[in-house]
């Protein structure tokens, strides 16, 4: 498991999986301890799973690939995700380039930085999505419902910020 988060109501936890395997989001049941689900992701390297208040969206930050996967979730019997989309954010796909060496070496080159999404939380109110990319060292205030940037933040440069939790005043 790369990743988990807890329903607000407490009857479904959400994990994602990755690493050199298959990439899935599985919504497990809390009683029973059955996974309900299993949804193909592109990817899912990161911390980045963030549930909606009312436990009817469901957002995964998508590592690398530059997305973050939206998940209209049902409850109809059983929880289930019945929709998913991305929010593909032109903003996070290529951060600009970076000059850089090759380990042990001096001949510098510029290339094109992927956006490598890690962390996520959404606002009480369910309008504003946060995001934190590894590679560009920033944190992202997006519209949750489009993706368009609200504000960006920028850390000291290799701070690489992961991890994000919102207090909740």
Do not use: C
Not at 27 to 42: M, Y
Not at 136 to 148: E, H, I, M, Q, V
Request: aromatic share 6%; net charge positive; hydrophobic share 40%.
């Amino acid at each position: 498991p790369e990743a988990f988060a807890l329903s607000p109501d407490g009857k479904t936890i959400a994990v994602t999986t990755g690493g050199s395997g298959k990439h899935t989001l599985n919504l497990v049941d809390t009683e029973s301890g059955k996974i309900r689900q299993a949804l193909p992701l592109v990817r899912a390297q990161s911390s980045g799973i963030v549930w909606s208040p009312d436990s009817s969206m469901l957002y995964v930050a998508g590592g690398n690939s530059g997305q973050i996967f939206v998940f209209k979730v049902e409850t109809v019997g059983q929880r289930r995700a019945t929709e998913q989309t991305a929010l593909d954010v032109p903003e996070l796909a290529i951060i600009g380039s970076r000059t850089v060496a090759a380990p042990g070496s001096t001949d510098k080159q510029k290339f094109n930085a992927p956006a490598y999404l890690w962390g996520l939380a959404l606002s009480s109110d369910s309008k504003t999505l946060y995001v934190t990319n590894l590679s560009n060292d920033s944190l992202y205030a997006l519209d949750a419902a489009t993706g368009a940037l609200k504000g960006k933040i920028t850390f000291a440069r290799e701070s690489r910020p992961g991890a994000l939790r919102l207090s909740p005043d």
